[in-house]
């Protein structure tokens, strides 16, 4: 089985600008995230792709693979999808620009999830507590007993109406993995009424019937979307270096 990283990298972002060519630890963030990926020795090929020409340089700085988008896309999926008809591979993980500690443990049980020749998307989660699940920022997640995803939703659910203990909240962390064919005709489909109505682009799938895997960890992935949270993986870093003296 061949298993090839995609790491979607658009240079535009509407609440951090430029957010992936930031400096981090003597790298920048995008090039942090090429390693972390690279050194999980899990890959056949890590490959970067990206729309700009300054996030490219600094791959190429350091050795890695790039492909240029040759056309705007409105989500990470559909930038990895234009990049993956020039790919011979079986699995494609769509590994994201912006989370520059990935985690080998994690990612290894994501691609596990494919040992079962009847997945198709396999993707992760990590429990978290009810505070959060308010949080409409968290996406949560709910799934079955084979663990598959019921539905998403930015909304807590299940809704404890009776306040029981012992209840569990799944985030959902988004870092996906496809066969390449479901990929390939996923992205090509219409948006869904529940996809538009939450903002959610894995409800497409489940409102066509395709069931999506899900895999918990224990790690829990920092995403660059602002300045603090940039600040918050330096520090991160800092501590990771001591820890490791």
Not at 140 to 167: H, Q, T
């Amino acid at each position: 089985m061949n298993v090839s990283a995609l790491i979607p990298a658009r240079y535009a972002s509407t609440r951090f600008p430029s957010k992936l060519v930031q400096a981090l630890g003597g790298y920048s963030v995008i090039q942090r995230t090429y390693q972390s990926t690279l050194a999980s020795g899990l890959f056949d090929q890590v490959i970067v792709v990206t729309d700009h020409q300054d996030i490219a340089d600094q791959i190429l700085a350091i050795d890695g693979q790039v492909i240029f988008s040759q056309k705007a896309h409105e989500s990470g999926s559909d930038r990895i999808a234009e990049a993956a008809h020039e790919i011979d591979t079986d699995i494609i993980v769509n590994v994201q620009g912006d989370e520059p500690f990935q985690d080998k443990s994690s990612l290894s049980a994501l691609i596990a999830a494919f040992n079962d020749p009847h997945v198709d998307v396999a993707s992760m989660m990590f429990e978290i507590d009810e505070k959060e699940a308010g949080n409409p920022n968290a996406v949560k997640v709910v799934i079955d007993k084979m663990s598959n995803a019921l539905y998403f939703s930015r909304s807590p659910i299940p809704f404890n109406r009776e306040k029981r203990d012992g209840l569990k909240y799944w985030k959902h962390i988004g870092i996906y993995a496809y066969r390449k064919e479901l990929l390939m005709a996923f992205t090509s489909w219409e948006k869904s009424f529940l996809e538009e109505t939450e903002m959610l682009e894995q409800l497409r799938l489940l409102e066509a019937g395709v069931k999506i895997k899900m895999v918990p960890t224990k790690h829990q992935a920092i995403a660059i979307d602002t300045a603090e949270d940039l600040e918050q993986a330096r520090v991160f870093l800092k501590k990771s270096r001591r820890d490791g003296e």
